[in-house]
């Protein structure tokens, strides 16, 4: 045992000693012991102006002791702040010229949170160690206690750290033993308690084998526990010196209460010391008090004396009589003695034969102890070897690996930490929130999210799931996630597997573009007689109206027309690009009626005349989560792959969408989808069928019956993959000879009712007078804008090459209310020619107009500063609506200096 465990208790039975003499005598021991004690003056300290004036623009510092420490600090009945440091605190308090403000905690663990989250700014007594001074400032020391292990007190022997080796040791949550033990010494098993009189309780309980705390506050509960079988058996190679916590971003208030604790004396910390702490050394008496203690013993003495003589005499005459009738007795007992001596040789044969039995039957026994107890220690050594391969797989792990305590991270593999590219300090103790971004590209946010799959997990519902996480610097990259949840000793844990699945999430949205090119190649032949179709009606009624140009109602006629055919072409080229646009999927509220009609017009121009498409959609289907295009390939990847089914061209293709209540019913019971409202979408064939070998294979890629050359077999996967992506499910049924049913199952979602744009007949166009810059590349488009601005009072100058325009506008930069310009022009975009002149004047609209261009959209235009993104074939009464807004919604400043 440890010098200063052994002074500890040695003064303990001098104590004892003390109280087992005469009352009166200890009181007027207390008494003069006391009187030697004496506070001393309360002398406030002067600080200089830089640190008065910070205490000042500081007036609240809050300050959180641990509830569960006594005798250090601890709370009374009352709710008091007491114990060592708050004596201490007091101290400094009247030293310095200001009071804490006391932050009462439920236990240690909350008061290290609250001080991690700046919700208090100081710490009542804590102990300096390499991990805390990464977070915090600590002052210097107010008092040092050494620490102890704890242990029953059937261990007679002494121990040290290097004795703990494999065995169970309690630790107090967040406690310096705890911080400094995990790091240090791993091969100690750590058992971690909420508090001291747990730690005590489990070693007294033979729960665990030791336990780790300061000598003050394990000795104190010891006594506040009753608990009487446990004992110090020797000290922890740290001592603990208590100093006060600060928060890492105010070092003047470290420098401040570093000046009260060096002006704080040692005779003020031994009084605060004594009070609280007795037995924090050996027993010494001063001058005063030696001779006060001789004196009471003189005085004890001499009545003692006195009282001894006045009954000596009487205690004589008695012990004489009495020691006659010993004798008398003695002789009578000494014949019986010998009488039992005589019985007890005859036993003591007896018993001799029963304890050489005894000791054969030890000795066998203890034979046995030393076989198990050599079994044990094999045990153990295969239990520290299979602890050691675990640990080994755990961190050469090629996917990320994590234990969490709910939501806080606890553990970790190198593969996590190379996976969120930060260090593990940077890992442990965070949330999965903080490598999440808001949401989820389902719309949901990661909070939720997250807490409705930990629920779960806790549940015994294993979760697998893909999740969009960021690094620690804030890149994005997908996961796949398997979580579920494990125990640990007697602790609950969660352990998820992350594995990332950014490059196969490349590769697929890939795979979806290579089969779209793959289908608009099967369309071409329809696009091209669309195409031809549209052409015909505006040639045929542009030449119908020069015919008709004396005839003006056959006139209009012949105009409305040649408008209906240019807006089916444009109509026609938008679903073309939409269909073949290469990018993120863009989720919102649909109306699947409306996207299936369209891409069914678009089919049945590809597709033979013998090929009859029969279709059943319900109008007032519900609406859908999904993107537009990706709906749009699912029907056309269905549709066509049915028609490849049905050979020679001929044949029946039913497609139906309807909305049901419930999906069970229409299901196999292992593809059962939750509660709620789906829209389902059957495609139909009277093809060739397929055998059950080929249905089970249809989904995976590359895979097709197709004759080399005829097609890439990617279809029917990129449709099972964006099913996936929607929550959505698809199945197949099929016999050979009997074709094929397509049902696909899209989960309803609740959003308000679509709004349809229509375009409406040409109406009367609002007028104005403004000056604009007309700019575009097609002199046909400059001189058809510029007649018809005029038309309604506009004063235009018009432009066919960029570098022209920029320089009249240079020229005078006053003279120009608005700026339309198209995007794709030789020498300067109209992207570049908007740059410059808003350099040069900031607050003139500009309206952009493009017929395709991959390297701008209407978000990129907004941020470049342009007031409005048009896609051509631009409609005139839409245009001539859009500069009269774009003219009024002007700063009013700004419009009247014009």
Same mark, same amino acid.
């Given at each position: ?42 002398? $406030? ?85 390499? @991990? ?23 261990? /007679? ?20 033993? @705890? ?114 203690? %001789? ?67 030890? $000795? ?62 940077? %890992? ?174 678009? %089919? ?15 109008? /007032? ?10 709906? @749009? ?51 139909? /064939? ?161 309206? %952009? ?50």
């Amino acid at each position: 045992m440890g010098k200063q465990v052994q002074e500890y208790f040695k003064f303990q039975s001098l104590l004892f000693g003390v109280r087992a003499v005469w009352v009166p005598f200890r009181i007027i021991l207390v008494l003069l012991f006391l009187g030697g004690s004496v506070w001393a003056a309360d002398v $406030s300290l002067q600080l200089d102006i830089a640190d008065r004036a910070w205490l000042n623009g500081h007036p609240s510092i809050r300050l959180a002791p641990d509830p569960e420490f006594a005798p250090i600090e601890l709370f009374d009945r009352n709710g008091r702040y007491q114990g060592v440091a708050a004596d201490m605190i007091q101290l400094l308090e009247k030293k310095l010229g200001f009071s804490f403000t006391i932050v009462k905690c439920r236990n240690w663990d909350e008061v290290m949170e609250k001080f991690r989250n700046h919700e208090v700014d100081a710490l009542g007594a804590i102990v300096s160690t390499p @991990h805390r001074r990464t977070f915090m400032r600590i002052s210097e020391p107010l008092l040092k206690v050494p620490g102890a292990i704890m242990v029953r007190n059937i261990v /007679d022997t002494s121990l040290s750290f290097a004795d703990l080796t494999g065995l169970k040791v309690a630790v107090v949550s967040n406690y310096t033993a @705890h911080d400094i033990m995990t790091r240090a010494y791993p091969d100690i098993l750590l058992e971690v308690v909420p508090n001291t009189t747990t730690g005590l309780s489990m070693v007294s309980f033979g729960t665990v084998d030791a336990f780790v705390e300061n000598l003050a506050t394990a000795t104190y509960y010891l006594q506040e526990s009753a608990i009487s079988n446990v004992r110090p058996a020797g000290d922890t190679p740290f001592n603990y010196q208590w100093g006060i916590g600060i928060r890492a971003d105010w070092p003047e208030l470290e420098k401040i209460i570093n000046q009260g604790i060096a002006s704080i004396s040692q005779t003020e910390r031994q009084q605060i010391l004594n009070r609280w702490i007795p037995v924090r050394k050996p027993w010494q008496l001063n001058r005063m008090q030696i001779l006060a203690i %001789l004196v009471a013993f003189a005085l004890f003495g001499v009545g003692a004396i006195l009282l001894w003589s006045l009954s000596l005499r009487r205690t004589v005459l008695k012990r004489t009589t009495a020691l006659n009738h010993k004798i008398e007795d003695h002789q009578q007992a000494e014949e019986e003695i010998r009488l039992l001596n005589v019985n007890l040789e005859q036993r003591v044969k007896e018993r001799t034969g029963e304890l050489e039995e005894e000791i054969v039957v030890r $000795s066998k026994a203890e034979e046995d102890l030393m076989k198990s107890r050599e079994e044990l220690q094999g045990l153990m050594e295969q239990l520290k070897e299979s602890e050691r391969k675990y640990r080994n797989l755990f961190e050469t792990a090629g996917d990320g690996i994590f234990l969490m305590d709910k939501d806080v991270f606890v553990d970790c593999n190198a593969k996590s930490l190379e996976m969120f590219g930060c260090s593990r300090e940077q %890992l442990i103790h965070q949330t999965p929130l903080r490598f999440s971004p808001f949401s989820q590209p389902d719309g949901k946010t990661s909070e939720l999210k997250v807490r409705e799959k930990i629920e779960a997990a806790l549940h015994g519902e294993t979760q697998f799931f893909e999740w969009l996480y960021q690094t620690y610097d804030g890149k994005p990259f997908f996961a796949e996630v398997s979580l579920n949840a494990i125990a640990v000793g007697e602790t609950d844990l969660l352990q998820a597997i992350v594995r990332d699945i950014t490059q196969r999430k490349e590769l697929e949205k890939d795979l979806r573009q290579a089969q779209k090119m793959e289908s608009i190649g099967t369309l071409a032949g329809g696009i091209a007689h669309d195409f031809n179709n549209i052409l015909t009606a505006i040639l045929g009624y542009a030449e119908m109206a020069v015919f008709d140009s004396g005839k003006p109602e056959l006139l209009k006629a012949d105009l409305a027309e040649i408008i209906h055919s240019g807006h089916r072409a444009g109509e026609l080229v938008k679903q073309i690009l939409t269909f073949s646009r290469k990018g993120e999927q863009e989720l919102q509220p649909l109306q699947l009626q409306l996207i299936v009609k369209e891409a069914l017009k678009l %089919l049945r121009s590809s597709l033979p005349t013998t090929l009859s498409i029969r279709q059943q959609i319900d109008p /007032d289907c519900d609406q859908v989560l999904a993107d537009p295009s990706q709906v @749009h390939q699912v029907v056309m990847n269905l549709c066509t792959n049915a028609y490849h089914a049905m050979g020679d061209g001929s044949g029946e293709l039913e497609v139906t969408l309807r909305t049901v209540e419930s999906a069970a019913a229409e299901l196999p019971a292992e593809l059962a989808l939750g509660p709620g409202r789906y829209v389902i979408l059957e495609v139909c /064939d009277t093809g060739c069928g397929m055998t059950e070998e080929v249905r089970e294979r249809i989904f995976e890629p590359y895979f097709t019956t197709k004759e080399k050359g005829e097609g890439t077999g990617l279809g029917l996967a990129v449709v099972h993959g964006i099913l996936q992506s929607l929550g959505g499910v698809i199945t197949v049924e099929s016999e050979p000879g009997k074709g094929a049913t397509f049902r696909i199952f899209f989960p309803v979602v609740p959003s308000p009712e679509l709004v349809m744009k229509k375009r409406g007949e040409i109406s009367t166009h609002p007028q104005g007078s403004e000056r604009i810059l007309l700019v575009d590349d097609e002199p046909v488009i400059v001189k058809l804008l510029g007649r018809g601005l005029k038309s309604l009072g506009y004063q235009p100058s018009s432009f066919t090459v960029s570098s022209e325009a920029l320089a009249a506008f240079e020229q005078n930069p006053e003279q120009f209310d608005l700026v339309i310009t198209d995007m794709t022009m030789p020498g300067m975009t109209g992207e570049e020619l908007a740059r410059r002149i808003l350099a040069i004047r900031p607050e003139v609209p500009v309206i %952009l107009c493009t017929g395709f261009n991959q390297q701008m959209d209407a978000a990129k235009a907004e941020q470049a500063g342009i007031s409005r993104f048009l896609q051509k074939p631009v409609n005139l009464s839409e245009l001539f609506g859009v500069v009269r807004e774009v003219l009024d919604s002007r700063p009013k400043k700004k419009a009247e200096g014009v």
